[in-house]
């Protein structure tokens, strides 16, 4: 029940993705800018060929196989149950999601739309990149959180023994 909850969530969030760089691709491709919140946000077309920030240039193969592993590694825990509960569940939705997003560009498009920019933040990013961020934000406050909810477990299964 939660993998397919997961699965059509995490699609829905490479659809919005998908949508929103196919609109930024074609009406502002290639210098284009549009101002959202003047002196806050704006929408820049930019193409990334590396990592977070620019960084590892053209690397397309390893972000690919490191993205595939991932996404692996999170249905994984989440298939075996080494991890639970509603924040874990949304992070990985949040995580797949955005990461099915980029790769998909790197794939197919051999390189990431980006376009949000914020006056504040320099690096231009796309909606991909904030489900990762906000989703790996998450996944940290889940472990955070874990031993916490695993003791209370723990009680809850020692005070039913008792009856």
Do not use: H
Not at 10 to 30: C, E, G, H, R, T
Not at 63 to 68: K, L
Not at 131 to 150: D, M, R, V, Y
Request: aromatic share 12%; charged share 15%.
């Amino acid at each position: 029940m939660v993998l397919g909850i997961v699965i059509i969530l995490s699609a829905l969030i490479v659809i919005i993705d998908q949508v929103i760089k196919y609109f930024i691709y074609s009406n502002l491709s290639p210098d284009g800018r549009v101002t959202i919140i003047d002196g806050l946000l704006s929408f820049v077309y930019s193409e990334n060929k590396g990592a977070a920030f620019g960084i590892f240039q053209n690397a397309t193969l390893i972000f690919a196989v490191i993205t595939i592993a991932l996404i692996a590694v999170f249905l994984f825990l989440l298939i075996t149950k080494r991890f639970s509960g509603k924040l874990f569940t949304a992070s990985i939705i949040l995580i797949i999601g955005g990461g099915i997003g980029n790769l998909w560009d790197r794939l197919f498009r051999g390189v990431v739309i980006d376009y949000i920019s914020f006056s504040f933040f320099p690096p231009i990013c796309n909606f991909a990149d904030y489900c990762i961020t906000i989703g790996a934000a998450l996944f940290i406050l889940s472990i955070i959180l874990l031993p916490e909810s695993k003791e209370k477990s723990r009680v809850s299964e020692g005070d039913s023994d008792d009856e």
